[in-house]
Nanobody, 124 residues
Framework: QVQLVESGGGLVQAGGSLRLSCAASGLTFSRYGMGWFRQALGKEREFVAAISWGGISTYYCDSVKGRFTISRDNAKNTVYLQMNSLKPEDTAAYYC????WGTGSTTTNSYKYWGQGTQVTVSS
Protein backbone atom coordinates (compact mmCIF):
# COMPACT_ATOMS: atom_id res chain seq x y z
CA GLN A 1 0.00 0.00 0.00
CA VAL A 2 1.40 3.34 -1.05
CA GLN A 3 1.61 6.00 1.62
CA LEU A 4 2.77 9.59 1.43
CA VAL A 5 2.97 11.28 4.81
CA GLU A 6 3.61 15.01 5.05
CA SER A 7 5.02 16.74 8.12
CA GLY A 8 6.53 20.06 9.13
CA GLY A 9 3.56 22.36 8.77
CA GLY A 10 2.56 24.85 11.41
CA LEU A 11 2.02 28.48 12.31
CA VAL A 12 4.73 30.98 11.41
CA GLN A 13 5.00 34.75 11.16
CA ALA A 14 5.40 36.46 7.82
CA GLY A 15 9.03 36.39 6.76
CA GLY A 16 9.68 33.15 8.57
CA SER A 17 10.60 29.71 7.28
CA LEU A 18 9.29 26.18 7.38
CA ARG A 19 10.56 22.91 5.97
CA LEU A 20 7.99 20.39 4.85
CA SER A 21 8.84 16.72 4.50
CA CYS A 22 7.01 13.94 2.71
CA ALA A 23 7.95 10.37 3.54
CA ALA A 24 6.96 7.77 0.97
CA SER A 25 6.46 4.04 1.39
CA GLY A 26 5.05 1.21 -0.66
CA LEU A 27 6.49 2.40 -3.96
CA THR A 28 9.85 2.54 -5.73
CA PHE A 29 10.40 6.13 -4.76
CA SER A 30 13.38 6.75 -7.04
CA ARG A 31 11.24 6.09 -10.12
CA TYR A 32 8.67 8.76 -9.32
CA GLY A 33 8.66 12.45 -9.93
CA MET A 34 7.40 14.25 -6.84
CA GLY A 35 5.37 17.39 -6.48
CA TRP A 36 4.02 19.76 -3.88
CA PHE A 37 0.61 21.33 -4.26
CA ARG A 38 -1.41 23.56 -1.98
CA GLN A 39 -5.03 24.38 -1.43
CA ALA A 40 -6.23 27.46 0.40
CA LEU A 41 -9.66 27.59 1.97
CA GLY A 42 -12.29 28.03 -0.73
CA LYS A 43 -9.79 27.77 -3.58
CA GLU A 44 -8.72 25.11 -6.02
CA ARG A 45 -5.62 23.03 -5.46
CA GLU A 46 -2.63 24.62 -7.18
CA PHE A 47 0.84 23.53 -8.21
CA VAL A 48 3.74 24.73 -6.06
CA ALA A 49 6.87 22.78 -6.99
CA ALA A 50 8.00 19.53 -8.58
CA ILE A 51 11.18 17.52 -8.95
CA SER A 52 12.14 14.78 -11.37
CA TRP A 53 12.96 11.25 -10.26
CA GLY A 54 16.70 11.87 -10.05
CA GLY A 55 16.43 15.40 -8.72
CA ILE A 56 18.01 16.93 -11.81
CA SER A 57 15.00 18.97 -12.89
CA THR A 58 12.91 21.21 -10.66
CA TYR A 59 9.89 23.37 -11.38
CA TYR A 60 8.16 26.12 -9.43
CA CYS A 61 5.09 28.27 -9.75
CA ASP A 62 5.87 31.92 -10.25
CA SER A 63 4.66 32.99 -6.83
CA VAL A 64 7.23 30.88 -4.95
CA LYS A 65 10.28 31.16 -7.21
CA GLY A 66 13.27 32.37 -5.25
CA ARG A 67 11.58 31.62 -1.92
CA PHE A 68 10.84 27.86 -1.98
CA THR A 69 13.22 25.01 -2.77
CA ILE A 70 12.20 21.43 -3.52
CA SER A 71 14.68 18.62 -2.97
CA ARG A 72 14.67 14.87 -2.48
CA ASP A 73 16.68 12.14 -0.81
CA ASN A 74 16.05 8.88 -2.63
CA ALA A 75 17.95 6.94 0.02
CA LYS A 76 15.41 8.13 2.59
CA ASN A 77 12.36 7.99 0.30
CA THR A 78 11.66 11.59 1.23
CA VAL A 79 10.95 14.82 -0.62
CA TYR A 80 11.32 18.22 1.02
CA LEU A 81 10.00 21.71 0.50
CA GLN A 82 12.06 24.46 2.11
CA MET A 83 9.91 27.56 2.39
CA ASN A 84 11.56 30.89 3.15
CA SER A 85 10.26 34.46 3.30
CA LEU A 86 6.77 33.17 3.89
CA LYS A 87 3.82 35.42 3.18
CA PRO A 88 0.23 35.31 4.46
CA GLU A 89 -0.87 34.30 0.96
CA ASP A 90 1.16 31.09 1.34
CA THR A 91 -1.38 29.93 3.94
CA ALA A 92 -2.87 26.64 2.75
CA ALA A 93 -2.89 22.91 3.19
CA TYR A 94 0.18 21.52 1.44
CA TYR A 95 0.09 18.13 -0.26
CA CYS A 96 2.83 16.01 -1.73
CA UNK A 97 2.16 13.72 -4.65
CA UNK A 98 3.93 11.06 -6.71
CA UNK A 99 4.11 11.27 -10.50
CA UNK A 100 4.47 7.88 -12.19
CA TRP A 101 6.03 9.42 -15.30
CA GLY A 102 9.02 10.46 -13.25
CA THR A 103 9.46 13.88 -14.77
CA GLY A 104 7.83 16.05 -12.13
CA SER A 105 4.68 17.52 -13.61
CA THR A 106 2.94 20.82 -12.91
CA THR A 107 -0.56 19.40 -13.38
CA THR A 108 -2.57 17.48 -10.81
CA ASN A 109 -3.78 14.92 -13.37
CA SER A 110 -0.25 13.54 -13.75
CA TYR A 111 -0.04 12.44 -10.13
CA LYS A 112 -1.16 9.02 -9.07
CA TYR A 113 -0.63 9.10 -5.31
CA TRP A 114 -1.36 11.87 -2.82
CA GLY A 115 -0.68 12.50 0.83
CA GLN A 116 -3.20 13.74 3.37
CA GLY A 117 -1.70 17.20 3.63
CA THR A 118 -0.14 19.42 6.27
CA GLN A 119 -1.42 22.86 7.21
CA VAL A 120 0.77 25.93 6.84
CA THR A 121 -0.51 29.16 8.35
CA VAL A 122 1.40 32.40 7.94
CA SER A 123 0.36 35.29 10.16
CA SER A 124 0.87 38.92 9.19
Amino acid sequence: QVQLVESGGGLVQAGGSLRLSCAASGLTFSRYGMGWFRQALGKEREFVAAISWGGISTYYCDSVKGRFTISRDNAKNTVYLQMNSLKPEDTAAYYCAADLWGTGSTTTNSYKYWGQGTQVTVSS
